[in-house]
């Protein structure tokens, strides 16, 4: 029966954001690829197919990180704006199940969104090579850590949601995006360090989402295959990060007093 | 409530005479500033810098740097310019951005190192490239046969070259060629057999047709070469043979020295001058001889690619 009640979240939230004309990003993406795949061949050399898979999965994990961002920090505080809450709250929903449901609803939509763009993606890169190639597969790989990555950043705007106005959720997610995507220079950086700053340090590349881990973009680019290790190990990752940003959305918003 | 008609008129003509508008004041400006935009300049110079900004999307930025590298030689090589100084910082960023970007070794090595207005004159700078691309690729053999390439026809460093070649016919699934040319390299006999060796390794080993049409434009250059040479041999021995130059390829037909008169990789008929030289009829098909040019001919500007 929860189960269903976070379905009915979740699809709503899904309906929502196609009503915003969420979707409508991917008309902007079909633009940027096809122009890609004619323009490039023209004003570079050799670097067609790496053009359409760099420009494509970046501009795939972009997108959906602002959709993410920007949708994720609404998700919460739009509905106590517009008082819809305190409907929803007033039938036997209970409050972790409103949270849960909003999450799975955006992470839909931004998995319908990945998958079309994935459509264009392979259709532009078929445009550009004439045929596939065995080493396309691994793109399916770098687009699923992509999606790893729209888990772990819907779950934070979400946490930020839960507390904050929706400028400084917007402020915080994109921070610990870029912050994220540092990960790696964090830990180069605690290991330098000495005393107390190297606990600080290391405990910071710890707390913050590792999106370095996530993105095997440029190798996948060059045909590198992803270790099936690398996928189960960032999968996990991805899940427990989520898993631990929406624990503790779940726990500020059932404190939170609504009134 | 009902749009107003006026309204909307007004707003469609104002919204496409503003636009025309400002298109047309932005390039009178343009026009204005011309010195301004076309400032060789290089916002962000450190590869670190440069790679950090990118939140890892690294592989991006290193297409755009290296479309950039190739805009800029095209642009530059184009116009006929004596210095690129931009050049290898640009290839240095593309290749930092992306260690594995292989074509921006293979072609920028290419763009660096042959002396203007065929390139920036910088074969230190190209050879640095080719062995920064070595350390990141060190199973493309490609990149050793660009190094040994660099070495042997910019710089004529024939150890250097036979080393290179050694290194990548060491490579599994390299190009049988490498080994005879490591071998030929390290004797450095036959300059000119060496470098059509050399062309057709590179004809045979890419399916890009730009460096194929270079490739075969070099060729077709060392076959006239060759040919000049040989036909002046046969005019000198007409020479000492009948004690007067010849006034036509008829008469070295006539003494049994030509079988038929020569022709060109382009179909076009050698030309004998009254002093004994032999030049080509059409320079500006064969682009990269040395001998056979008219003299005073002077070459038209260069193409940005050979199959222009």
Known sequence: ?259 | MKPSRPVTVTASVLLAVCMLASVLILRRLDHMRRGATLQEVLYLSSPKVLKRLSLGYDGLLADIYWTRAVQYFGGKHFAGAQSYDLLAPLLEITTALDPHLTVAYEFGANFLAPKPPNGAGMPERAIQLAEYGIRSNPDDWHLYYNLGFIYYMELRDYSHAADAFARGAAVPSAHPFLRIMAAQMAQHSGERRMAQMMWATTYQSTQDPNVRANAVTHLRALQVDEDVTNLERLVSRYREQAGHLPSSFSDLQAVDLLAAIPTDPTGHTYKLMPDGHVEVRVPDDLPFIQKGVPPGYKPPPPKFLPSD
């Open chain 1, 1 to 259: 029966m929860r189960s269903v009640r976070i379905a009915h979240i979740a699809s709503n939230t899904f309906r929502e954001a196609v009503r915003d004309r969420v979707l409508y990003n991917l008309i902007a993406f079909a633009v940027l690829m096809s122009g890609a795949a004619i323009l490039v061949g023209q004003i570079s050399i050799g670097i067609e197919r790496l053009v359409v898979i760099n420009l494509g999965l970046t501009a795939v994990s972009l997108f959906g990180m602002v959709i993410a961002i920007f949708i994720g920090i609404g998700l919460v505080s739009k509905e106590i704006e517009k008082r819809t809450l305190y409907t929803v709250l007033s039938r036997p929903v209970q409050r972790w199940e409103f949270i849960v449901g909003k999450f799975f609803g955006l992470v839909g939509t931004l998995v319908v969104n990945t998958f079309f763009m994935a459509i264009g993606v392979f259709v532009a890169l078929l445009w550009v090579s004439r045929r596939f190639q065995m080493a396309d597969g691994w793109v399916l790989v770098a687009l699923y850590f992509i999606v790893l990555q729209f888990l772990i950043i819907t779950a934070l705007a979400l946490l930020f949601s839960s507390f904050s106005s929706p400028l400084l959720s917007a402020v915080f997610a994109f921070s610990l995006f870029v912050i994220g995507s540092f990960a790696e220079d964090l830990r180069g950086f605690a290991a330098m360090a000495q005393g107390a700053a190297r606990w600080l340090a290391t405990g910071t590349a710890y707390l913050v989402p590792n999106f370095s881990t996530l993105n095997v973009v440029s190798s996948v680019a060059h045909g590198q295959p992803v270790a099936a290790q690398l996928v189960f190990s960032n999968t996990l990752y991805a899940l427990v990060y989520a898993g631990m940003a929406v624990s503790g959305a779940v726990l500020i918003f059932e404190h939170r007093n609504l009134k």
